[in-house]
Every structure is written in structure tokens, then in C-alpha cells.
């Protein structure tokens, strides 16, 4: 089938463009990730660790699912290198009067470490707009949260029946 591939469900949920009529009558079997990701995967290292611990955190509450595992973990990987490829700039830098460049056989030229950073960013930049970490994703997000009981930050929280009150 020529076109473009449809948008799943779940996304036309989260950015609250799901329509009954044109998204409800052809998707009844569609796959929905279930569980959210809270546990690091073996592996990664311990600034690694520490950025995936940074990303759940941070990341809109209910949105990274366990299938989603192998795109945070690329994010995790790519941002560490692009760290590391700093450190190792500055540290060229901290020791020379031209920044920015190195001696080679043929003369000055750029510094590898800025194709490294370049190309980790861009890895990055992808795997944040597909897992919603960027300004611009955010805001077509609209996560619910699961419906497991009353949430006790929620303004709605206060408006509970008190014990011997009657509820209409």
C-alpha cells in the first residue's frame, strides 16, 4: 500500500488528535506498550547509569514504556559520548593558543572532536523528538496517567467525600 505510514493510536491519543470516526474503526487490534521503564539495563556505564536515572526522572511522567528500553538507551550512549568528545576538546583547548584546531601531517585542521560531538548530537536530537525530550515535542504530548487509583497531587484530590459526609 503506497502513502504515508499511518500514526499509531496511542500517538493521536498523546497528542490529542484522535478522532473516533477516522482513528477507531480500523485499529481495534492495534499493539499498545504496557508498563513503564524505570529499571537500567546492564551495560551502560556509570555516567551512563546516571544519565538514564537523569532521563526517567525527567522524562513527562507515564510516556517512556519498556519497549521503549533500546531508544532511551541510545539517547543515554550518544549523550555520554557527546560529553566525553567535550572533555577531550577542552582539554585540547586548555593546552594551546589555537583553539578549536589541531596540528596534522598536512597542517592545522579541525578538531576530530567536533565530528564526534556533531554526529552524537544528532543521535541524540533524533531518539529526543521520538521519546518526547525536546521543547517542541513536549507540547503535543498529553499523557494520562494510568488509572490506578486517585492521585494525591491531583486538584481534583481535594474534593473527596469526608468520612460521615453523605455523596449525592
Do not use: C
Request: no cysteine; aromatic share 6%; hydrophobic share 40%.
Amino acid at each position: 500500500m503506497a502513502g504515508r505510514r499511518p500514526k499509531p493510536t496511542q500517538l493521536h491519543r498523546l497528542q490529542g488528535t484522535f478522532h473516533t470516526g477516522k482513528h477507531g474503526r480500523d485499529r481495534a487490534n492495534e499493539p499498545i506498550a504496557e508498563g513503564d521503564l524505570f529499571k537500567v539495563p546492564p551495560g551502560l556505564t556509570r555516567a551512563q547509569q546516571l544519565n538514564w536515572r537523569y532521563a526517567i526522572e525527567h522524562a513527562p511522567k507515564h510516556l517512556i514504556k519498556k519497549i521503549d528500553r533500546a531508544m532511551l538507551k541510545i539517547w543515554v550512549v550518544a549523550e555520554d559520548r557527546h560529553d566525553t568528545a567535550n572533555r577531550m576538546q577542552a582539554q585540547l583547548d586548555a593546552e594551546t593558543t589555537l583553539k578549536l584546531l589541531i596540528r596534522g601531517p598536512l597542517g592545522l585542521m579541525p578538531s576530530p572532536y567536533f565530528d564526534m560531538m556533531d554526529k552524537a548530537a544528532k543521535t541524540m536530537f533524533r531518539a529526543a523528538t521520538e521519546l518526547g525530550f525536546s521543547p517542541a515535542a513536549r507540547p503535543r504530548l498529553q499523557v494520562e496517567p494510568p488509572d490506578e487509583g486517585e492521585d494525591e497531587t491531583s486538584p481534583w484530590a481535594m474534593l473527596r467525600v469526608l468520612p460521615g459526609g453523605k455523596a449525592d
